[in-house]
Structures are given as structure tokens and as C-alpha cells.
């Protein structure tokens, strides 16, 4: 099964941590990295750019209409994201509390949805 | 002249054989594995464009048996650069293969090579890779390929594999007996696993994952063939068979799911399920029975049936309530309660139903809504099945099944405001 996990962060939650934590914390995402993909778990994954220089696109009545952002006013905002094949959905998340930035932000773990189907 | 067929079953035949001869001389299953595969993928290029050589076995182990040496030179050499003062000596140097081996397998290896690559320190998804690799002699882009998943995944998958084999001691050898039969086991399931994995595609992705089931067919027929009286092979074979033969028939044009009720059983596959009951039937005079020949024995049952309503349900029943007493596993339940509504009336399964209510292994799982909704539906209570169809759809992570489940009801919906 695959499941992506979704990195939630306050915005300029990691910029705001002072350097050494910071570097800390890139060796340990390192570590974390390689140690999904010696697993043979990883399918793949990035890190998101900052949300504000993003753009949100809405299609009202065929009119497309593309705003800035989401604006850093949001709570909390997608940061990254990786895609995981892995045996269930305990494994997924067990990875993902592998991962630094579970214990200072949040990660959400979802199903991907599947081609496969049994008749009933 | 050989066809690409040709050459991709004969390859796929020798593997085992090939990586057997080299293990036994050289021990280091990783490496050998390693060498197996460049030798095939060498021959796939070479045989293809030049013809098959006179012993192709012979071509593969001398073919893989260079590459080993070379890769045991590299290896040797890149520790000598790292540790100047180490005059380490590759561990094989002594053992130089032999010039093409053309005498025939004394010892078949294909048993032995299941066994290790379905070793229990190895998760399932890992055993269904290394098999299907060393095994199944397929490519790590083929089983990627079938996997969906990128190339460089299930190469480190594989990788893994062998490094965990390697540090479980797993030995080159067939285990003694009350092991052995317990490996055996693990080796069945692997099989199940990869034929369901090929078998559950939808139509859009079957070309791409028929394989598996072709492979877990082929692997299983392997199998039989070196242990021709063990009744749970013979009974997973004829399962596999007479569950393939309804392939044609399980989704529609558009990929939807048709249910086993409503299929056209003219499509079924008449030569695989005459094989089928003719495998079961024959395995289940013998005796002992297990679990894997009760499910094929229902598949029989089922396949027996020219319509779906000359099914022999009450024969279903019994098989059932002895799947269960085998293995008991919410999964079986819920296809006796089907069946048991099928004989005794919709509520008798709903009664069978409630007993799983609260299950931790069926919490939240769409065949347990699904199966309720049918079985409400039968039973007349239309709300209801609705309400169940439309959860069971909901917690699906499959894309056909969900789009089934909907649209059963949205079909209930539209006989709901009839009625009105």
C-alpha cells in the first residue's frame, strides 16, 4: 500500500531555531532520509518552497482566478511531502514518527488510493 | 529461430538452476544473486539478437561466473585501496569456477532457493521481490514495473533483502522437517500474495501486473512438481486456476468490478477450470485436507455452476464452517455469512455478521460494511444497505471498488424514491 505523509509546519518554524539546532536537525532529516530509502520504502518525496511566494488557483465559472499564497497568516501550512509503499497503515505511521519533524511539528498520514479491486 | 517469449521463458526456467550451481560452489548468495542477474540480463540482449547457445545453462554459469570473479576482484580491490596495510585475499579466489558446466542439476535447487528467499526475518512485500528476482528470474525493472513502484525502490527492497538473509545466517540448505513445513507454509503464502497482487488489477493496469499471476502460477506449478504429494501445493495451484479462469469475466469494458453473481460465465475459462476441479478433486481424495484446498474446493463449487443460481450454496456452507475451524479469520466469516444468507435467508447472515461487530481486525474495513450492505439488501431494508454501501465506499482505498460500491447505491436511491 502507499500512503503519503504530509509535513505540516508553522511557517518559519525552522528558520526561526537558532543555527545550531538547525543544523541538528538537517543531519538528523539526512539520517532519516537514507535510512527510508535503504528500506526500500521510499518512493519519493520534496520539500515545499515557502507558501506565500506560492499561488492558489480557483476555476469559478470557468473563470480562473490565482491569488498569492496561502499567506503566512495560516496557522499552520504544507511544507513537504513524501510517498511511502509500506505495509500498512501502523508501518506509515510508525515511519513517520521516525521522522525529526514529527516531534516539532505534525505529519499527516493518508492512503493513496489503488487501481487493484476484488469483486464481491 | 527463437521468439522473445522463447527466450524470456527459457531464461526465467534456468535461473534457479544457474543460481543453485553458483551458490553451491561460491556460498555468498548476495553476490552470486548479483552475478545471476547481469548474466540473464546479458543473455535477454545476446540470445535475442545472436540465437540461444548450444548449452544455454552452460552460457549462464560460466557468463555468471565471470561476473562474480569480477565483482569479488572489484570488492577485493577497493578494500586494498582503503586499508593499505590489509592483504586481504578475496574469499573465493581459491575457488575458480569450472569452465561451463554442462552436466545436468544433480540437485534441483528451486525448493531450496523459495525457502531462503521466503526466510521469516524478511517481510512480505521483500519476499515477494527476492523471489520473483531469484527465483522467478525476473528484473528488477520488471518487478518494479509490476510493483508500480520506481526501479530504485524495489532495487534497494531487494538489496535489503539479501543483507537481511545474510545476517539471519540463513543457510544454502533445505531446513530439517518440523522447520521445513513451517517454511513451506510461508513459501505457500508468498505465492497467494503474488497471485493476488496480479489478480486484483484493475483492467487499465492487468497487462502491466498479469505477470505476478502468470509467475505465482508458474512458481506454484514449479513447486508441485518436486512435491507432488503435499496437498496444500496441489490445493493453492488449483485455487490459483480456477480463480485466473474467471479473470475475463471479473470487470467490464470500463474497468468496473462485476460481481461473482453477475458475471457472464460464458467468458470463464473452461480449460483452467476443468484442470482446476480436476487438481482439486483428485488432491482432496487423498487427504489431509487444509485451507488452501477448502478455498479451492469452493472456487469448485462456484465454477460448477453454469448460473450463478445453480450454485450449490449449501455445499459452500459446510466448506466454510471447516475453512473456519483451519484458520479462524474474520475474512472467512464474512464470506460464510454471504454464503449462509445464500441458504438460510439474509438474516441468518446478518445473525453470523454481528459476531465480528467490534473485531480490532476488521475496525473500519469496507468488507465488512460491503457484505453487511448486501446482505441488507437482500433482506429488503434499502435504507440501510444504502447507508452500508455508501460507508463501505468511503473507507475503500481502491478506486474500482469504491466506484462498485457507489454505484450499488445510487441504485438503491433510485428504487427507494420508485417506491414512493
Redo the contacts between chains.
Keep these: 500500500m502507499k500512503y503519503v505523509l504530509l509535513v505540516y509546519q508553522a511557517p518559519g518554524a525552522f528558520d526561526a531555531l537558532p543555527e545550531e539546532e538547525r543544523n541538528a536537525l538537517r543531519a538528523e532529516f539526512d539520517a532519516f532520509s537514507e535510512e527510508l530509502t535503504a528500506s526500500g520504502e521510499l518512493i519519493g518525496g520534496a520539500g515545499l518552497a515557502d507558501a506565500p511566494s506560492g499561488r492558489t488557483v480557483r476555476v469559478r465559472n470557468g473563470v480562473p482566478v490565482t491569488t498569492d499564497g496561502p499567506f503566512a497568516e495560516a496557522k499552520e501550512q504544507l511544507a513537504g511531502y513524501y510517498v511511502v509503499d509500506c505495509e500498512s497503515i501502523d508501518r506509515a505511521a510508525e515511519i513517520a514518527a521516525r521522522d525529526p519533524a514529527s516531534r516539532l511539528w505534525a505529519i499527516e498520514v493518508r492512503a493513496v488510493m489503488h487501481e487493484a479491486g476484488q469483486e464481491m | 529461430m527463437t521468439t522473445d517469449t522463447g527466450v524470456e521463458d527459457l531464461l526465467r526456467g534456468l535461473a534457479p538452476q544457474v543460481l543453485g550451481v553458483l551458490i553451491r560452489r561460491h556460498g555468498r548468495f548476495d553476490a552470486c544473486e548479483d552475478a545471476v542477474q547481469e548474466a540473464l540480463l546479458a543473455a535477454a540482449v545476446q540470445w535475442r539478437a545472436e540465437g540461444v547457445p548450444e548449452s544455454p545453462r552452460g552460457w549462464l554459469i560460466t557468463v555468471a561466473s565471470r561476473r562474480l570473479a569480477d565483482a569479488v576482484r572489484s570488492d577485493a580491490a577497493r578494500r586494498r585501496r582503503e586499508d593499505a596495510a590489509a592483504t586481504l585475499e578475496p574469499e573465493d579466489a581459491a575457488a575458480a569456477p569450472a569452465p561451463g558446466d554442462e552436466s545436468p542439476a544433480e540437485e534441483d535447487d528451486t525448493l531450496t532457493l523459495l525457502l531462503l528467499c521466503c526466510h521469516p526475518a524478511l ?4 519476499q515477494l ?1 527476492l523471489t520473483l528476482r531469484a527465483v522467478g528470474g525476473l528484473t528488477t525493472a520488471e518487478i518494479a514495473h509490476a ?1 508500480l ?2 526501479e530504485a ?9 539479501k543483507q537481511r538473509i545474510k545476517a539471519a545466517g540463513a543457510r544454502f540448505e533445505i531446513p530439517a522437517d518440523a522447520e521445513r513445513t513451517e517454511r513451506l507454509r510461508v513459501v505457500l503464502h508468498v505465492l497467494y500474495l503474488m497471485f493476488n ?1 496480479g489478480y ?3 483492467s ?2 492487468q497487462l502491466q ?1 498479469a505477470e505476478l499471476t502468470r509467475e505465482a502460477i508458474r512458481l506454484t506449478r514449479a513447486v508441485r512438481e518436486r512435491l507432488p504429494d503435499d496437498g496444500e501445493v496441489a490445493g493453492l495451484l488449483a485455487l490459483m486456476l480456477l480463480t485466473d479462469a474467471r479473470r475475463p469475466a ?2 467490464g469494458p470500463d474497468g468496473a ?4 453473481a453477475e ?1 457472464d460465465r460464458r467468458r470463464w475459462d473452461a480449460d483452467a477450470i476443468r484442470d482446476g476441479i480436476a487438481l482439486i478433486t483428485a488432491t482432496l481424495a487423498r487427504g489431509p485436507v487444509g485451507p488452501y484446498q477448502l478455498q479451492a474446493a469452493i472456487a469448485a463449487v462456484h465454477a460448477e455452476a453454469a448460473r450463478a443460481e445453480d450454485t450449490d450454496w449449501k455445499q459452500i456452507v459446510a466448506l466454510y464452517t471447516l475453512l473456519e475451524r483451519f484458520t479462524p479469520n474474520p475474512m472467512v466469516t464474512l464470506n460464510h455469512a454471504v454464503a449462509v444468507a445464500m441458504v438460510h435467508g439474509p438474516r441468518a447472515g446478518l445473525d453470523l455478521l454481528s459476531t465480528l461487530d467490534g473485531d480490532e481486525r476488521l475496525a473500519e474495513h469496507h468488507r465488512l460494511d ?2 453487511r450492505a ?1 446482505l441488507l439488501e437482500m433482506a429488503g431494508d434499502v435504507a440501510a444497505a444504502r447507508a452500508a454501501y455508501r460507508t463501505a465506499a468511503r473507507r475503500t ?6 466506484r ?1 460500491l457507489e454505484a450499488r447505491a445510487a441504485r438503491l436511491a433510485v428504487r427507494e424514491s420508485a417506491a414512493r
Excluded at chain 2, 123 to 126: I, K, L, M, T
Design positions: 517481510s512480505p512485500a521483500s521481490a510493483f513502484v520506481p525502490t524495489m532495487a534497494q527492497r531487494i538489496s535489503r533483502a497482487e486484483t488489477a484493475s487499465g493496469l501486473r471479473r470487470t468490478l462485476i460481481p461473482l458475471q460491503a457484505v448486501h482505498t481502491s478506486r474500482p471498488e469504491r462498485y
